[in-house]
């Protein structure tokens, strides 16, 4: 997918320009990579843009472990954003994360979530 076309739909279900969706972007996919084991982010780095694909990627380590709240923080920080825009922007890119992963593979790495984060991601979009 073309990293215009993803930042698009992330900014669409945000709510927010384009201009303010590629940091917090970036911002969702570096912390998502932190909670998740090497192997399932990685396995998600094909399905994004080619510029994106990179944040996806680490060694395999184990995850780190924390949730809901620190996971907004570090979203938050990185993105320059308050905790609600940290939490438009983690819903808007795990809803566009599904539809180009798709479910099954999603939800593997979704797994590893604590089931406040998963629920982000839900129901299934419908739209861009």
């Known amino acids: 997918m073309a990293e215009l076309a993803f930042v698009d739909k992330v900014a669409a279900r945000a709510g927010i320009p384009p201009a303010e969706a590629r940091p917090l972007t970036e911002a969702v996919l570096r912390t998502l990579t932190e909670r998740l084991s090497g192997g399932e982010a990685t396995a998600l780095a094909p399905h994004v843009a ?9 060694a395999a380590e184990p995850p780190e472990t924390f949730g809901y709240d620190e996971f907004l923080r570090r979203v938050a920080d990185r ?15 795990l809803e566009t994360m599904h539809r180009v992963v798709g479910h099954r593979e999603f939800s593997d790495a979704l797994a590893q979530l604590p089931a406040d984060l998963r629920a982000l991601a839900q129901p299934l979009p419908h739209g861009p």
């Open 50 to 58: 080619d510029e994106l694909g990179p944040l996806l990627v680490k």
């Open 79 to 93: 993105a320059g954003t308050d905790r609600a825009g940290a939490e438009r922007g983690v819903r808007a890119v």
